[in-house]
């Protein structure tokens, strides 16, 4: 029996004609809205046709190593993780036990996995940032093919060399763009190409990072220095620098770039404050960063601690991560370089502009969107998104419920992560990469506006972008 959904539930509740009491004022209202409310049903997840599961070796057993190795738990007849590589031994020990991994195949860095001979099917890169260059390459001259986590690589010439061997070697390689396969963009896309809205004129779109998310991913976490990993640019926001480039379907031309670290820096430590949250700071109590309020009383954010399996020990297990961790830390006091705001303005070919925001200091998270055509327009925020006809006047808010599919709950990204890896196996299965939509084809351009972008940002220049 499926398994009824709370919002689905109240949904109907609030939609059904008769479900509850309706108050002539509310009549009124609803009959002067003209608004008509419609159902975007995400199709579900899996292969029924796949016999034989693909096999793959996960490089990096972190969050995003869990996210898409999950899917071989619920789909176990399309994908079986048989190897590993993860040099923190907790998390080697938790995914080769979660996936039935032998000795044989637990590797503690991804360069003993290409010491022996080709053993599975693919290779999953989910390895921090700088580390996506060197076990793709050697993947793909080993005949592996490969799902990587974006971005791609740190640089535009190690994204080009990855495309270039891809091509040579005619290995599959799918890009993490996931947002290509959340339901929500699928559909903004579209209403776009099918001229519902006319002819497509500009785009804004915003991401806002949630000010909790900022100070723990891009402040205290592993990419609070854009030197030793990627620009907030591409390992934040390279998702929606594709997505802008996925749903206008047009080459990009040049864009401008402009952002700081305005916020998270030393001159707004507040006085009283200590270089850890845990140190006594005599502000602790009043700050919104405080590691004390976040990790230990809230509970919130703490995925990234590898807790004992006694619950008993996580508080002083907290502590101890706190004392010790860049977690604990100041935000005011870390080596911290990326920008809190960053804002980029975009030209496409057919004089189509867009607009991008990245904003750390938001009470909320997810993105927002507004699409401006000729005939009408659409703004949405990934829960639903309102088309306007602007001959009728006619409104229509489509509501998208992926957590109302069976398994989608288990996939972030508005339901992207686990259908871009259901894509990924069919695409394998059948050795055809247009299957997929985030090939390494069509990823590298987003990534060479993010290069782009940057460069436009630190030289205050206009940059054009060539393919």
């Known amino acids: 029996m499926k398994k009824?959904?709370?919002?689905?539930?109240?949904?109907?509740?609030?939609l059904g004609i008769g479900a509850i009491p309706?108050?002539?004022?509310?009549?009124?209202?609803?009959?002067?809205?003209?608004?008509?409310?419609?159902?975007?049903?995400?199709?579900?997840?899996?292969?029924?046709?796949?016999?034989?599961?693909?096999?793959?070796?996960?490089?990096?057993?972190?969050?995003?190593?869990?996210?898409?190795?999950?899917?071989?738990?619920?789909?176990?007849n399309e994908l079986d993780i048989i190897g590993v590589a993860e040099p923190i031994n907790i998390r080697n020990d938790r995914y080769s036990k979660?996936?039935?991994?032998?000795?044989?195949?637990?590797?503690?860095?991804?360069?003993?996995?290409?010491?022996?001979?080709?053993?599975?099917?693919?290779?999953?890169?989910?390895?921090?940032?700088?580390?996506?260059?060197?076990?793709?390459?050697?993947?793909?001259?080993?005949?592996?093919?490969?799902?990587?986590e974006k971005p791609i690589a740190p640089t535009e010439s190690e994204c080009r060399d990855i495309l270039a061997l891809s091509k040579k070697t005619g290995r599959i390689v799918a890009v993490c763009h996931v947002l290509r396969y959340a339901p929500y963009f699928i559909k903004l896309k579209e209403f776009i190409d099918s001229g519902k809205i006319g002819e497509l004129i500009s785009i804004q779109h915003m991401e806002p990072i949630q000010h909790i998310h900022m100070s723990h991913s891009y402040v205290r976490g592993n990419w609070h220095n854009s030197k030793q990993t990627t620009p907030i640019i591409l390992a934040k926001?390279?998702?929606?620098?594709?997505?802008?480039?996925?749903?206008?379907?047009?080459?990009?031309?040049?864009?401008?770039?402009y952002g700081n670290l305005k916020w998270f820096n030393s001159s707004n430590?507040?006085?009283?404050?200590?270089?850890?949250?845990?140190?006594?700071?005599?502000?602790?109590?009043?700050?919104?960063y405080s590691a004390l309020k976040i990790y230990y009383r809230d509970r919130s954010w703490t995925y990234v601690f590898d807790f004992p399996d006694d619950s008993s020990l996580h508080d002083d297990f907290i502590l101890q991560q706190l004392k010790t961790t860049n977690y604990g830390r100041c935000v005011y006091k870390m080596e911290n370089d990326q920008p809190d705001h960053y804002i980029t303005s975009i030209?496409?070919?057919d004089n189509i502009t867009a607009n991008f925001s990245m904003e750390a200091f938001t009470s909320y998270h997810g993105r927002r969107t507004r699409i401006m055509g000729s005939m009408g327009d659409i703004t949405g925020d990934m829960d639903n998104f309102i088309h306007t006809d602007f001959l009728t006047?006619?409104?229509?808010?489509?509501?998208?419920?992926?957590?109302?599919?069976?398994?989608?709950?288990?996939?972030g990204h508005g339901g992207g992560d686990w259908a871009l890896v259901s894509d990924w196996i069919n695409a394998m299965k059948k050795q055809d990469p247009n299957l997929?939509?985030?090939?390494?084809?069509?990823?590298?351009?987003?990534?060479?506006?993010?290069?782009?972008?940057?460069?436009?940002r630190l030289t205050k220049q206009t940059a054009n972008v060539r393919l």
Not at 4 to 14: D, E, Q, S, Y
Not at 23 to 44: D, F, G, R
Not at 103 to 130: G, L, M, S, Y
Not at 271 to 280: K, Q
Request: charged share 25%.
């Open 347 to 349: 030209e496409f070919e």
């Open 22 to 76: 309706l108050t002539s004022s509310s009549l009124s209202h609803l009959a002067k809205s003209n608004i008509e409310i419609k159902q975007v049903y995400a199709k579900e997840l899996g292969n029924s046709d796949i016999k034989k599961p693909v096999t793959a070796i996960t490089l990096g057993a972190g969050a995003r190593g869990n996210v898409y190795g999950n899917y071989a738990i619920s789909f176990p």
């Open 98 to 148: 979660k996936h039935n991994i032998v000795d044989e195949n637990r590797f503690i860095t991804w360069e003993h996995v290409f010491e022996q001979p080709k053993f599975a099917d693919a290779i999953i890169i989910t390895t921090p940032d700088e580390l996506h260059y060197g076990p793709c390459m050697k993947a793909l001259e080993l005949g592996y093919d490969v799902l990587l």
């Open 237 to 257: 926001s390279c998702h929606d620098l594709d997505i802008l480039r996925w749903m206008i379907g047009k080459p990009c031309k040049s864009i401008s770039a």
């Open 269 to 288: 430590a507040p006085e009283g404050s200590t270089n850890r949250c845990t140190d006594g700071c005599l502000v602790e109590s009043t700050c919104p």
């Open 436 to 456: 997929l939509t985030s090939t390494i084809d069509a990823s590298i351009e987003s990534h060479i506006m993010g290069f782009m972008a940057e460069k436009s």
């Open 393 to 411: 006047n006619k409104t229509t808010k489509w509501d998208i419920s992926v957590e109302d599919v069976d398994n989608y709950q288990n996939s």
């Open 4 to 14: 009824i959904n709370r919002r689905r539930v109240l949904k109907n509740l609030a």
